[in-house]
C-alpha cells in the first residue's frame, strides 16, 4: 500500500542545542543540519533540506521551522542567567520606562554594557527585565541575537556575592590580619584572584582578602538599576531634594580615577565636587579633604544629600546620601555610578554641608 507523502517532525538535543528534524513517511532519509542558520528574537535555528524546494514536503517544513523560530527553545537558554540577552550600546546609561513611550516615567537605568532579558519587541521599543528593574527601553540602543552572546562573553565578570551579612574583609589571606571592611549581605565585590579558601576582592578601589565560605563566585553581567521613589523628612529643604535629583540623573555612568565629568567619567570625590558645585559649595578634589568641611553629624541625623565617608586607616571614599538609608556614589570601574545601601560598610564619618 502506498503511503501518504506527510512530514513527522522530531527533535533531539545535542551538546546542549535543539536540533530539528524531519522525515518523510516514505523515505528513510532524514532532513539534515547545515551550517546556514537565521536569526530571529536571539535564537539560532539551523535547518536544510534534502527535498525539492516546490513540494509539499519543503512549506510544511519551513512553516513548522517557523513556529519553533518564533517560540524559542528551552535547550536554548541561559547566557549567564538570561534566556534571550540584550545588552545596552549607549554613551552613559539606558533609561528604563514604565511605559513604551519617551515620556513614560524613568523606573531604572541599565548602564552601558549592561544585561537584560527581552521578553518582547514591538514599535521600537523591547520589554525587558534586569536586576529588580522591569519596563521598556528604546531598540536603537539595545544589542540582541548573536551578537549579545557574543558581546555578553566579551563582558562578562568575575563576582564575589556577599552570602551573610557582617563579612570581614581582611588586610592579607588570614583569620589573623587585620579587618579593613564589613560588609553586608547582597554585596558585589570585584574578583581580583581566587586563591581558593581566599578570595581577592577590591571594594571602593581598596583591596583586600575574604573567605570563600562567606561569598559565592561567578562570572556576571552588569544589570540595572533602580531609581526608587525618594521619601524625604519633614523639614528637608529643596535645594537638598533638587541636589539629590541632579546626582541620580548620572547613575549608570562610568567611574574614571581622577576623572570630574559627571557623564565621561569622574571617582568618587570627583562625582561630589561636580554635584556639589552645581549648587555653589566648592570642594577640593579629595575625599580625605572633603571630610573636613562642613559639620560633622552622626549617620541618625543625616539627610538627603549630606556626605558619607568610609574607609580603612584612614578616609577614602565618598558618597551622597539621597535619603531612606541610601547613598549615591562613584563606586569602582565595573560599576560606575550606583545606588548603594549607606550601610554596605560602615561609615567612619558623616557631615552636612547643606542649610
Known amino acids: 500500500m502506498k503511503k501518504n507523502n506527510v512530514i513527522q517532525a522530531f527533535s533531539v538535543a545535542c551538546c546542549g542545542v535543539l536540533?530539528?528534524?524531519?522525515?518523510?513517511?516514505?523515505?528513510?532519509?532524514?532532513?539534515?543540519?547545515?551550517?546556514?542558520?537565521?536569526?530571529?528574537?536571539?535564537?539560532?535555528?539551523?535547518?536544510?533540506?534534502?527535498?525539492?524546494?516546490?513540494?509539499?514536503?519543503?512549506?510544511?517544513?519551513?512553516?513548522?521551522?517557523?513556529?519553533?523560530?518564533?517560540?524559542?527553545?528551552?535547550?536554548?537558554?541561559?547566557?549567564?542567567?538570561y534566556n534571550n540577552i540584550g545588552i545596552a550600546q549607549v554613551d552613559g546609561n539606558l533609561n528604563v520606562r514604565a511605559e513604551a513611550s519617551e515620556s513614560g516615567e524613568i523606573v531604572g537605568k541599565l548602564p552601558n554594557n549592561g544585561a537584560c532579558e527581552v521578553i518582547s519587541v514591538a514599535n521600537g521599543w523591547a520589554q525587558i527585565t534586569s536586576g529588580e528593574v522591569e519596563g521598556y527601553v528604546s531598540t536603537d540602543y539595545l544589542v540582541t541575537g548573536e551578537e549579545a552572546v557574543s558581546l555578553a562573553h566579551e563582558l562578562a565578570a568575575w563576582v564575589a556575592t556577599v552570602t551573610g551579612d557582617g563579612l570581614r574583609i581582611r588586610q592579607e589571606a588570614s583569620t589573623d590580619a587585620p579587618?579593613?571592611?564589613?560588609?553586608?549581605?547582597?554585596?558585589?565585590?570585584?574578583?581580583?584572584?581566587?586563591?581558593?579558601?581566599?578570595?581577592?576582592?577590591?571594594?571602593?578601589?581598596?583591596e583586600g582578602y575574604v573567605s570563600a565560605d562567606y561569598v559565592t563566585v561567578a562570572e556576571e553581567l552588569e544589570d540595572a538599576m533602580t531609581l526608587e521613589e525618594i521619601t524625604y523628612g519633614e523639614g528637608v529643604s529643596d535645594v537638598r531634594v533638587s541636589l539629590v535629583n541632579y546626582a541620580l540623573q548620572f547613575v549608570g555612568n562610568p567611574y574614571v580615577w581622577g576623572g570630574t565629568s559627571l557623564t565621561h567619567g569622574c571617582d568618587c570625590s570627583g562625582f561630589v565636587m561636580s554635584i556639589y558645585a552645581n549648587y555653589g559649595i566648592y570642594l577640593p578634589h579629595s575625599s580625605r579633604a572633603q571630610a573636613g568641611y562642613g559639620t560633622k553629624i552622626s549617620a541618625s541625623e543625616a539627610q538627603p544629600g549630606d556626605l558619607f565617608f568610609y574607609g580603612s586607616g584612614g578616609i577614602s571614599h565618598v558618597a551622597i546620601y539621597i535619603g531612606n538609608g541610601q547613598i549615591v556614589h562613584a563606586s569602582n570601574k565595573r560599576t560606575g555610578i550606583k545606588i548603594s545601601s549607606a550601610y554596605y560598610r560602615n561609615p567612619v564619618k558623616v557631615v552636612s554641608l547643606l542649610g
Open 19 to 81: 536540533v530539528l528534524g524531519f522525515c518523510l513517511n516514505n523515505s528513510e532519509s532524514l532532513l539534515s543540519v547545515s551550517a546556514e542558520s537565521t536569526k530571529t528574537a536571539g535564537i539560532t535555528n539551523v535547518i536544510s533540506v534534502n527535498v525539492e524546494k516546490d513540494s509539499e514536503a519543503y512549506a510544511t517544513l519551513l512553516a513548522t521551522a517557523s513556529d519553533v523560530t518564533a517560540t524559542g527553545s528551552s535547550e536554548s537558554t541561559g547566557v549567564y542567567g
Open 179 to 206: 579587618i579593613i571592611i564589613n560588609l553586608s549581605s547582597g554585596e558585589k565585590l570585584e574578583v581580583e584572584e581566587d586563591m581558593g579558601d581566599w578570595i581577592k576582592v577590591s571594594v571602593d578601589g581598596e
